[in-house]
């Protein structure tokens, strides 16, 4: 059974950063894609940004530009490093990888920025 562990997540005020980790119980050459999805209150879970095995990369155009998601093969993990933050960044931020066979999820971590 696959586990992914986020950590990073925190209360940031408007402008500021935070990096986002998510790390593997196993390597992540094994994942097609690994990606972020966010959670806000009372909204659905949408897609933030992905990478795919070749390292190409796709972004939420709501975080294009201040978003940065990448990997660490050797550390097993994966990163979101996020900028200029915004209010409506707000939300439960989850891992997701997904296999030939199935997708994975990690518990979740909790982002609020504050204006």
């Known amino acids: 059974q696959v586990q992914l562990v986020e950590s990073g997540g925190g209360l940031v005020q408007v402008g500021g950063s935070l990096r986002l980790s998510c790390a593997a119980s196993?390597?992540?050459?094994?994942?097609?894609?690994m990606g972020w999805h966010r959670q806000a209150p009372g909204k659905q879970r949408e897609l933030v940004a992905s990478m795919a095995s070749d390292s190409s990369t796709n972004y939420a155009d709501s975080v294009k530009g201040r978003f940065t998601i990448s990997r660490d093969n050797a550390k097993n993990t994966v990163y979101l490093q996020m900028n200029s933050l915004k209010p409506e960044d707000t939300g439960v931020y989850y891992c997701?990888?997904?296999?030939?066979?199935?997708?994975?999820w990690g518990q979740g971590t909790q982002v609020t920025v504050s204006s």
């Open positions: 196993r390597s992540i050459f094994s994942f097609i894609r």
């Open positions: 997701n990888a997904n296999d030939m066979w199935q997708g994975y």
